[in-house]
């Protein structure tokens, strides 16, 4: 069956740190890829969506950026973290064209200081 | 762009009542899907629609596709405190992304 993992879960950082979120997917190959942000209490924003190895597409101009170095494995960074940046990380995937389901990861809470 | 509304954003309603959220796109879908977030989780999918006027139930949820494929709602009966959450529709964007809508938050009190 297939899994998604994503670390770590919450992690606090003072503004103008470096960033790196890891998510990795088990049990399939070729997957789409993508990441998205949830303020406190709001909706899902895309930041990020890959349809293969290096690869990505950005939905929104801002200070991060994402990497997929492997098939099952996409990252997110950011060199200067800013206190905009503070939520909910969620990483998910899906096959095929994209229509399909979406699996979601577990999520990273970031809090910028 | 496209676009997937969302209403309302936040209801709060008693105990075996019913709610209703409805989904609105700007153009015409292939297939819209609904996910619920559980407080502090993440999203899980629930169903997919994909044909015009579909109707799906789950339980107490039920599920429907408007005629014209561009607006869908989640209904549910008799609301209980395991279905606070906030739930999400999603609808195919041109190209390889779900455009996600906005959500909307239920609370119930006992």
């Known amino acids: 069956s297939q899994t998604i993992h994503q670390w770590p879960a919450t992690l606090v950082q003072p503004v103008g740190s470096p960033l790196s979120l890891e998510c990795t997917v088990e049990?399939?190959?070729?997957?789409?890829l993508y990441w998205y942000r949830q303020a406190a209490g709001r909706g899902l924003q895309l930041l990020f969506y890959?349809?293969?190895?290096?690869?990505i597409s950005s939905e929104v101009p801002q200070n991060l950026s994402a990497s997929r170095p492997q098939d099952r494995q996409f990252i997110l960074s950011s060199k200067k973290l800013l206190l905009s940046d503070s939520g909910f990380y969620l990483c998910?995937?899906?096959?095929?064209?994209?229509?399909?389901?979406?699996?979601f990861g577990p999520g990273t809470r970031l809090t910028v200081l | 762009g496209q676009q997937v509304m969302q209403i309302p954003q936040y209801q709060h309603v008693q105990e075996g009542e019913d709610f209703t959220t409805y989904c609105n796109s700007s153009?015409?879908?292939?297939?819209i899907q609904w996910y619920k977030q559980r407080p502090g989780g993440h999203p899980v999918f629930l169903i997919q629609?994909?044909?015009?006027?579909e109707v799906k139930k789950q339980k107490r949820l039920t599920f429907q596709f408007g005629e014209a494929k561009k607006n869908s709602s989640l209904h549910i009966t008799a609301t209980q405190t395991t279905d606070v959450g906030t739930y999400f529709c999603a609808g195919v964007k041109a190209g390889t992304a779900l455009i996600f809508g906005k959500g909307t938050t239920l609370s119930v009190s006992s």
């Open positions: 049990g399939t190959s070729n997957p789409n």
């Open positions: 998910a995937w899906n096959t095929g064209t994209g229509k399909d389901t979406q699996y």
């Open positions: 890959s349809v293969g190895i290096g690869q």
């Open positions: 629609l994909v044909k015009s006027g």
């Open positions: 153009t015409t879908l292939s297939n």
